[in-house]
């Protein structure tokens, strides 16, 4: 069974502050995903990577890819309350497209 | 929006009755997964499915069986509910990301809980 290490489980900043979430794992991805989910909601995808070394972002939200694909960081800068949730990281590792979540960060940004 | 929805939403029962959650698609895809959700834990796969009449194990499948005779429904049972298998239930449709691979599409999740 893939392991996938998510650090920290919580974290609550205050606005405008910045943060980096981390997924760690001992296996190569194939690819891996961003998610967040709120509460009474099913987890929404934010982005995937693809290829080592990669770094995409998405407004405030910049995501990297490891060069060896074994791990994957979230950083969020001037947090708003709106980030607020919980974020998953979810490695594929190719099989069947399935995959390994980490247990995920709880995210909360207070005023 | 992947066209995903699940019934029921939220289920009370008693230990030793058997439960059948639905997980229904509009999309034609061909890969659906029946997760759990655990504090703790975080998402864990229960079975999957790759085809009409295709299924295999996830990695917590004791106590679970699933069935998938329509591309559109992929069913969950539990046949003798037990308190441990109190959880918030997923449902999710996998295709190909834009930026390759595959991504997951989930659907709104069942609260179950068993007494």
């Known amino acids: 069974t893939q392991l996938l290490e998510q650090s920290p489980q919580f974290l609550s900043i205050q606005e405008g502050e910045n943060l980096t979430v981390y997924c760690n794992s001992s296996?190569?991805?194939?690819?891996l995903q961003w998610y967040r989910q709120e509460p009474g909601e099913g987890p929404v995808l934010l982005v995937t990577?693809?290829?080592?070394?990669e770094v995409k972002k998405l407004k405030r939200l910049t995501f990297q890819f490891g060069d060896a694909r074994k791990d994957s960081s979230l950083h969020i800068t001037a947090a708003q309350p709106g980030d607020t949730g919980l974020y998953l990281c979810?490695?594929?590792?190719?099989?069947?497209?399935?995959?390994?979540f980490g247990t995920g960060t709880r995210l909360q940004v207070t005023l | 929006d992947a066209g995903i929805t699940q019934s029921p939403r939220h289920k009370v029962t008693e230990t030793g009755t058997p439960v059948t959650l639905r997980c229904h698609q509009t999309?034609?895809?061909?890969?659906m997964y029946w997760y759990r959700q655990d504090p703790g834990h975080g998402l864990r796969l229960i079975h999957y499915?790759?085809?009409?009449?295709?299924?295999d194990k996830g990695e917590v499948s004791d106590g679970y069986s699933v069935s998938r005779s329509k591309t559109e429904d992929f069913l969950l049972t539990l046949e003798s509910a037990t308190s441990s298998q109190t959880s918030v239930y997923f449902c999710?449709?996998?295709?190909?990301?834009?930026?390759?691979?595959?991504?997951?599409?989930f659907g709104p999740g069942t609260r179950l809980l068993v007494l």
């Open positions: 999710a449709i996998s295709e190909p990301g834009l930026a390759g691979g595959r991504t997951q599409y």
């Open positions: 296996s190569v991805f194939s690819s």
């Open positions: 990577v693809v290829t080592g070394g």
């Open positions: 979810a490695g594929d590792y190719g099989t069947a497209s399935k995959l390994t």
């Open positions: 999309e034609n895809h061909r890969y």
């Open positions: 499915s790759y085809g009409v009449k295709d299924t």
